[in-house]
């Protein structure tokens, strides 16, 4: 029941910017969702996709109106098994870290890889 929940209120929580909020540097994010795992074996079974919820934290740093680089940690909240090497890795409450890049292209459009 909490995974249907998970994916059914799937949200990114963030505030909206205001023109004195802009000035501010520092940006920290709350992330609810659900992460795609593809060919997974899930409770002994293979399954084509496996959707694990999902929890994190964000933080991104504006270096000027444009870039921004920013961390980001997750937590999978759930167990599977995934073909590595040909061989199983368990996965079990996954913690997932990244660096990333962003670019805004548009006023409220934007692009992050990492």
Known sequence: MLYILFMLFAVHVMA????KEAAKPHKIALVLGVTHIP???EEG???KAVYVPTIGLDYFYQLDEKWKLGLAIDL???NYLVDFNRAPLARENAL???ALAGFEILPGWGI???
């Open 16 to 19: 909206q910017e205001s023109d």
């Open 39 to 41: 060919d997974a074996f």
């Open 45 to 47: 079974q293979f399954e």
């Open 76 to 78: 999978e909240l759930g």
């Open 96 to 98: 997932l870290t990244a």
């Open 112 to 114: 992050v890889a990492g």
